[in-house]
């Protein structure tokens, strides 16, 4: 393709006639509001910076505020719904009060129940202690809805006498919202709050009425549950997520879409339901639905929000923390958090494409000013296996060390202990080795892997099987006499495409560099393009100008008596 | 710097923004939906600009991410020809070289169709992409350098010749 084609077609693409008149009289009207999608652009120098956390407080309806570093948190959760206007009211009061002139008709009971295992604690509540608490504590909104909740504690009111038909229910959730109940005659009513002071009632609600032992039993979080409910959530992970640093500062980061892996990972900790949320970095996970969010946290909480689910967790074991930085969040998300260990899997899957065979560029420096040289990996699992089993950590990727005396696969790996790599997108951070003694031991295990690829080097039976790209079945095949750009291709048959395969890779052949006018001669374009005098030049996207070429030239009767017995050219 | 208004930045880079999405998804209809956003959004959720071009850059990489997080919907025929509806539409001739050229665009990854459209037809240098794409320059060098072996490969593998 010539650049100048290139932009050419570009140039027609313009705005029809009718989008352009479209979008002008849309531009023209008020905005809409809409919460739906705020933009992600980032480093353009854009001067308005603002603070991404509205996005998803509208989305969920609710908010976290962080406390930023441990010790120091205070939290809560407040309906902030831009599009709901609610007005402060104490209408609250008017069932608190019915109830509590009434009070002496009525026995209370509370109940506190794990939906995550189905326990159920059943106790008694000091009557007044409850009246006293509900009006000391009365700073609280009217809600338009429930926010929904894993955990809650609820107190019922019955009459001592049974023919009364009034039943009075007061149930405070984890999310510090809460509702009164009032069934009369069999009509139910109910009206929702949400506190707004700041204090963490539920838990303060749970160590008064509850007890300790029992509260923390209600926060045992089993794995199928969290697993049900993590599932829906991950599944809906879009590959951004906005890292915010402290409460104010937030930037966007991307997350590597691995659901099934994160999850996986999450679940390998045990979780137990947390009332507050701490760190020093939040990490809000992009979903691509609605009234949904997922976030974790450095310091090993999670919170969960989709349409019928809520949750807050923290890590039950606080000794899990720095497993679950580097196994979760290091792995899952590209953070420029340096200094972190990362764990040999993380490693491994640096290279998880890497295969045998695989030609590896080597630049002696950024590559922009030389030209590379072409080596060949050896013993691919070894590599990953030896390269793994090194100590590295997280740094920055601007560290002119990576980009000098570096080999170019999917990931980069730099002589001077250095892994930059491959994501998808934005790279946050690169790894280097913990110990600098390491970096004899690395050269080592690329002088053993990492073959300098010239002309002559002994090609394997897996290279040339790897030649063929793996969508290629055989059947349909062409074979030209010249390059093609002059004469016709003939149509050819390949009758048997898993015999021609191993029959010629059976062949002794060595690697071929920059013989591509003997490749494009008497060939056949079979999945790879096989040549009738010796050559097979790879189709598989991984190279390009190696070839491989027959190591015996006694062999070129061979190849081309098992061309002949596979291929049938058809009569044009 | 004449205005910040999202009216203003369509009339002045909407053909920009609808080529860029073009470059990246092949597909014109996607690139009509990616620029409805991008300017939509800008107009719900205006910005400052310090000038044209800090607003165009801005745009471009706002088209760019909506085009790499786009997912096809069930009515985007990707493989369609640029066809005879689109050729009336924009007043213009879609040669059979366009339609391979555009096939080709739409298979390539984003990470290297962006980077592509960026220095070719743009003509950003490597230092403004890395600005614009919020990537290192080595990176973007070496994204430019692997997606022209890309395009290299795919045509070779069809054939043509490739100049650059």
Known sequence: MRPNEYNDLLCKIKCSDEFRSRMQEKLKEAPAKEAEYEETVSGTEVITQKSRWGRFAAAAAVVVLIGGVAGGGAYHFANINEDTKIEETQAGDSILYELKEHKDDYDAKLIVMNPTNGNTSIVDINKDQFFSYMENNNVYYELPYVVESRNSISVVFSPVDTDKDLLYQFEISENDTFNWRKTENGKKSTAYYSYDDGINHYGEFGQMFVGSEIMEEMRQVSKEYLEKNLKDIVDSVTGQATLTEGAEESRDIKYEVDSNGLLEDILSFDWKTSYAVYGKNMYMINLNKMNSYFMMSDMGYLVLLNDSFSGTYKLANSSDLEAFKSLVIAKHLSLAQYDWTIDSSTIKRAFSTQYEGITVDFYPDSGQFTESTKYVLRDSNGFKKEISSLQWVSCETDEAEIYKDFYSMDSLISRNGYILPKTDGARQYAYKLKNESSIERLREICDEHLIPLESGVDASKYDIMDAFPESYKGGEAQFRADDGQFTESRECTVTDFDRLKKEISDLEWTFCLDEMDNVYNDFYIAGAVISRNGYVYPQNGSQSNISYKLKNDSDIEKLRGILDKYIEIQDN | ?164
């Open chain 2, 1 to 164: 710097m004449n205005d910040n208004s999202a009216l203003y930045a369509f009339n002045r880079f909407g053909d920009t923004v609808l080529r860029t999405a073009f470059a990246m998804t092949g597909n014109y209809q996607e690139a009509e939906d990616i620029t409805q956003e991008v300017f939509l959004n800008l107009h719900s959720k205006p910005q400052e600009f310090e000038s044209d071009e800090h607003m165009k850059a801005w745009l471009l990489r706002s088209a760019i991410n909506r085009c790499k997080n786009l997912r096809k919907s069930a009515r985007m025929m990707r493989n369609s020809p640029l066809d005879e509806v689109l050729e009336n539409t924009l007043s213009c001739e879609f040669t059979p070289r366009d339609n391979e050229i555009r096939e080709m665009i739409s298979e390539l990854p984003k990470k290297y169709s962006s980077v592509i459209f960026l220095y070719y037809f743009e003509e950003y240098n490597i230092r403004e992409i890395a600005k614009i794409l919020g990537k290192n320059e080595n990176t973007v060098s070496s994204l430019l350098q692997r997606g022209r072996k890309k395009l290299k490969t795919e045509l070779e593998r069809e054939g043509y010749v490739y100049e650059t």
